[in-house]
């Protein structure tokens, strides 16, 4: 199998020298036993890898589990790797198969492994050197047949020095260490990324898609990318959704360029685009409300802090005297009380503003300090929607 060959079986992406000599060094190192460390910034790919070596071994028709160590809670890691015994601890109502096991004549892929505390690691460590290890609860030693491959986004070697991770476990794991640079190092390698992903999401959701133009991918080409792989894929995906069956070019792309390091979307699409499109309805649901709740929440903020720091900002002086009555329904002042709440407060300084602006809302909002949204929300919440 020529090195062409092998990445387009197993989706390796890359004609740059970087990735010329770690796809030379997979197709070595899959035919052995060895434990590989695969290391790289997350997004870059190190599960990829981690396939690609499996489906090269001897172990290619076996399974390859992943497990991603830094996802799982601390006190249940070891059981999720090793199993636990009927009784083991509370809510242990059966015996269970640890990852270990169900991976068993195969592969383990022990992804984010800086994140797994010490006392796993020592359990861990002995289980690739002998192979045996015991379940939570059982005084029995079982014995396994699995070829590990970690990865990790952390320098393991930092972790040592500082004493978060075992010396002995990071020279056994990484008898061979492959390292993946980042995208913005192989930027040649973008291009070759954009047009996969597209041509790959286009045809799995049977959009038609016009392509980026040349200017285009070389704007993507000059990006940082602090989400590597993962966060074009995001991006590419997004704008084909939204720009579906056209051509897309620097004006169209510029809406969809970062801002202050974060990809975001036109405000005249939607505050919660991009989306994941490679969710289920259920889960793409639970984000949007996920992503709802929060916005309220800015909203909320965004009011607070502007009473906090910018009541008495010289450009939208408070609209009312020190000890001013208060406000009832209808706007006008009662003779009960001599301050006022914060709903009137809220009340009087968004129609200064507005006045102020001459009914231009969106100056109002500005230096009201507050985002469009939280402005006619509250016009509406005040029954102010026509005023301006």
Not at 77 to 85: I, N, W
Not at 231 to 251: A, C, D, H, Q, Y
Request: a neutral charge.
């Amino acid at each position: 199998m020529t090195a062409e060959e092998f990445q387009q079986k197993f989706g390796i992406v890359g004609s740059s020298s970087a990735m010329k000599e770690i796809v030379s060094a997979i197709m070595r190192v899959a035919p052995t036993e060895v434990t590989v460390l695969i290391s790289g910034e997350s997004g870059v790919g190190k599960e990829v890898v981690a396939r690609a070596i499996h489906g090269l071994s001897a172990r290619a028709d076996t399974t390859i589990v992943a497990v991603n160590c830094g996802a799982i809670p601390e006190g249940i890691l070891e059981s999720e790797l090793f199993g636990h015994q009927r009784g083991a601890f509370t809510g242990a109502v059966e015996s269970r198969k640890g990852y270990f096991e169900i991976a068993d004549g195969g592969t383990l892929f022990l992804d984010e492994i800086g994140d797994m505390p010490m006392p796993t690691q020592v359990k861990l460590l002995r289980v690739i050197e002998t192979g045996e290890f015991m379940r939570v609860g059982s005084s029995s030693t079982q014995r396994v047949d699995v070829r590990v491959i970690a990865a990790s986004n952390k320098s393991l070697e930092e972790e040592v020095a500082k004493g978060y991770f075992r010396q002995d476990l990071y020279f056994r794991l990484r008898s061979v260490g492959i390292f993946i640079p980042p995208l913005r190092d192989r930027r040649e390698d973008i291009p070759l990324f954009v047009e996969k992903f597209s041509r790959e999401f286009a045809e799995r959701n049977r959009i038609e898609f016009g392509g980026f133009t040349r200017d285009a991918v070389e704007a993507l080409m000059g990006l940082e990318w602090p989400g590597n792989v993962r966060e074009l894929k995001n991006l590419v995906e997004s704008i084909i959704v939204l720009e579906r069956g056209n051509e897309v070019g620097m004006p169209a792309l510029e809406k969809y360029l970062p801002k202050q390091g974060v990809l975001y979307t036109p405000e005249q699409t939607n505050r919660f685009l991009p989306v994941r499109v490679d969710r289920t309805p259920e889960e793409s649901e639970r984000d949007l409300i996920l992503r709802a709740l929060w916005e309220i929440k800015n909203d909320v903020v965004d009011l607070k802090n502007f009473f906090v720091t910018r009541a008495m900002d010289k450009k939208l002086a408070l609209p009312f005297p020190e000890g001013a009555g208060e406000v009832n329904g209808n706007g006008s002042e009662t003779t009960e009380g001599r301050g006022l709440n914060l709903e009137d407060m809220e009340r009087r300084l968004i129609l200064r503003a507005i006045e102020k602006f001459h009914g231009n809302k969106k100056m109002a909002a500005r230096a009201l300090g507050i985002s469009m949204r939280s402005l006619y929300r509250k016009l509406q919440e005040y029954k102010l929607r026509d005023a301006g």
